[in-house]
Nanobody, 124 residues
């Protein structure tokens, strides 16, 4: 069982930066691939970024590549999403998720555990 708690969301102007954190409970955090997803009002949940259990492999949605960076610290049971050059279209609730598959995938159904989400709002 893994419990996930996101933090770091907020209101930021376009072009600004935010760093999201996702703290995980449980001693098996390092065995899970981790992903960040987001969901805007009226839209489906979409993949943002993923990282393998070791941190050696990452993947990004094309809409955020070059602007967002996913990192993990297995000693701290935490995964991060550094978001730079934010745009109004990045506004959404951001969720972290844990997958028992070794390499993070883009499909929500591959993830076993989810956090409750943190709101990110980017003003123009």
């Amino acid at each position: 069982q893994v419990q996930l708690v996101e933090s770091g969301g907020g209101l930021v102007q376009a072009g600004g930066s935010l760093r999201l954190s996702c703290a995980a409970s449980g001693r098996t955090f390092s065995s899970y691939a981790m992903g960040w997803f987001r969901q805007a009002p009226g839209k489906e949940r979409e993949f943002v970024a993923g990282i393998s259990w070791s941190g050696g492999s990452t993947s990004y949605a094309s809409s955020v590549k070059g602007r967002f960076t996913i990192l993990r610290d297995n000693a701290k049971n935490t995964v991060y999403l550094q978001m730079n050059s934010l745009k109004p279209e990045d506004t959404a609730v951001y969720y972290c998720a844990a997958s028992g598959i070794a390499i993070a995938t883009m499909q929500p159904y591959d993830y076993d555990y989810w956090g409750q989400g943190t709101q990110v709002t980017v003003s123009s």
